[in-house]
């Protein structure tokens, strides 16, 4: 068959039987006595697939399996656990740890070479299909019992693991991670990216094991397409009360400070915000006069009153660091220059904020998102829009102002004064419609936009085509210019669909007399291929990046 199996198994016995029948059934075969040998001979040699068997001395075939599946040079080569163990925890075990299936001793020829075959074929559905308990193996059950995402077990399935582990050990910690309390990611983003996360925050979590956390800990997550994730820890029988909790504390700082950055660090081009991670422990300890299934439930549930209590507290310090933005206006405003395409003349800049910098809202969509939720647009965008005027004063050129659809809602009720600052500016400026909240009443929309008209603004609808700015917003509201995203511009030569899009909106713009122009522009070829479609103008990293203004004199 041309193919190399690499057998890792500390009995001689055992390694004589699996080579004698994989060499006869055609297979080249490779041995090795310990994880070691067989960690160092998988890098060298590169198997087609191992046989591993977990019950080792000094390296456990987790162990050396979590190794392997870490490592860039044999983290795509699948791996089989050879085992007497046949328990929950086992399984489980081993899906967290990266196994690809599992062939149970005693085994059969046919058993062992179906299996590597299985494997090998990359089949559908044979994973772990003899070792998987038959109230697991259905699919509508299994389907409730692990997660799609990220392929972790459910509590359910954690609960009967738990069991030997409580009984034997007496107690176990566990660890409650929070990404995203309330989803944030995934109301700005869509499921999809949300999705992204949980599956890395599930793999960040799996490459913890064997360094953090013990190969045999165990990985959770509370539910099918759930965010929230339990680490059940194995704790040492030497220690007391007092320091079981220290390192349970210690545990949980490093898992938050670690899992923080990898996900900030993986999504840091594509989530413009810090993603937010709660982390709590508890103790869960056995007693004889509790069902055990209501022990592991009140120690999550005190794990979850942890976590929360931190959010409380960082929400209490949010609070504060917000009002004093508002109190003190601490916003900084940076400039980012429009190119007309056809000239490659500066045609205005778009006035962009930022929190203090290093806070957490530091972010503009964290600023206005808190904003929104706390009933605080009105005063934050007075504020904003006051910067805005006072570093562009005494410059030549259009002004593009970002506007919450929010604060049009209310300038009939409210009047117009928090535009006081820009009315100076007249014709000058343009009023760009921002599509962080949707439009709630059109008439009411369009009335506040006709005043805003009236004032001497102009118009701007963003990501024009997309999310909130609809064609229907196009319709009804008539704007001077139309923006078009950045999704959009990038890769917009390599795709048709996209090209299309641009094209019709560059043709609705004609229609309405609303010139369109381009954002996130960051290459030659982007930039050439939304001229060559019509549009007008040109904005991103290409022609300039936001940044402050130079004082004049």
Request: charged residues 30%; hydrophobic residues 40%.
């Amino acid at each position: 068959m041309g193919k190399t199996l690499l057998v890792v198994d500390d009995d001689d016995d055992i390694l004589l039987i699996v080579d004698t029948l994989l060499r006869s059934a055609g297979y080249d075969v490779l041995l090795a006595r310990n994880g070691r040998e067989g960690i160092a001979m998988a890098i060298s040699r590169q198997p087609s697939l191992i046989l591993l068997d977990v019950m080792m001395p000094e390296l456990s075939g987790w162990e050396v399996c979590a190794t392997l599946k870490n490592l860039e040079e044999t983290s795509h080569i699948p791996v089989v656990m050879l085992t007497v163990k046949a328990e929950i925890r086992d399984l489980v075990t081993g899906m967290q740890v990266g196994a690809d299936d599992y062939v149970g001793k005693p085994f059969s020829k046919k058993k062992l070479v179906d299996t590597v075959e299985r494997v090998l074929a990359g089949a559908p559905g044979g994973k772990y299909h003899d070792f998987m308990p038959r109230e697991m193996s259905d699919p509508r059950a299994k389907n409730l019992l692990f997660d799609g995402v990220t392929g972790l077990p459910t509590i359910p399935v954690i609960v009967d693991a738990l069991r030997e582990k409580l009984l034997v050990d007496r107690e176990v910690g566990v660890l409650f991670v929070d990404i995203e309390k309330y989803s944030h990611i995934e109301d700005f983003y869509g499921w999809e990216v949300f999705d992204e996360v949980i599956g890395e925050a599930g793999r960040g979590l799996k490459r913890l094991l064997g360094t953090l956390f013990a190969t045999e800990d165990l990985l959770a997550i509370n539910r099918p397409s759930g965010s929230e994730f339990y680490v059940f820890l194995a704790v040492p029988s030497a220690l007391s009360g007092e320091a079981i909790l220290e390192r349970l504390q210690k545990k949980a700082r490093q898992l938050e400070e670690t899992l923080r950055d990898q996900l900030n660090e993986t999504f840091r081009h594509r989530i413009h915000r810090k993603i937010g991670l709660y982390v709590g422990y508890a103790r869960i300890r056995h007693s004889p006069q509790v069902r055990l299934e209501r022990l592991v439930y009140r120690g999550l549930r005190d794990a979850i009153l942890m976590a929360s209590s931190k959010e409380g507290e960082r929400a209490a310090i949010l609070r504060e660091q917000f009002r004093d933005i508002v109190k003190n206006e601490r916003v900084e405003t940076l400039f980012q220059p429009i190119i007309d395409l056809a000239t490659g003349k500066i045609f205005a800049h778009e006035a962009l904020t930022r929190g203090p910098k290093d806070s957490p809202f530091e972010s503009p969509e964290v600023l206005f998102d808190y904003a929104s939720k706390t009933d605080q647009v009105w005063n934050l965008e007075k504020i904003c829009m006051g910067s805005a005027a006072r570093r562009f004063a005494g410059r030549e050129g259009n002004l593009f102002v970002n506007v919450e659809t929010e604060l049009v809602h209310e300038i009939k009720s409210r009047g117009s004064a928090v535009f006081e600052t820009l009315l100076a500016r007249g014709g000058n400026v343009v009023l760009e419609m921002t599509e962080r909240a949707a439009i709630k009443d059109f008439d009411l929309f369009r009335e506040g936009i006709a005043m805003l008209q009236g004032l001497g603004f102009k118009i701007a609808i963003d990501d024009a085509g997309s999310g909130y700015a609809s064609l229907q917003a196009i319709a009804e509201l008539r704007p001077n210019f139309l923006k078009i995203s950045n999704y959009l511009v990038t890769g917009l030569a390599k795709d048709p669909i996209k090209r299309d899009v641009v094209e019709m909106l560059v043709r609705l713009g004609m229609r309405i007399d609303a010139p369109t122009v381009a954002e996130g522009i960051e290459t030659e070829s982007e930039a050439e291929e939304v001229r060559r479609l019509g549009v007008a103008y040109g904005q991103g990293y290409l022609f300039g990046r936001p940044e402050a203004l130079p004082s004049i004199v």
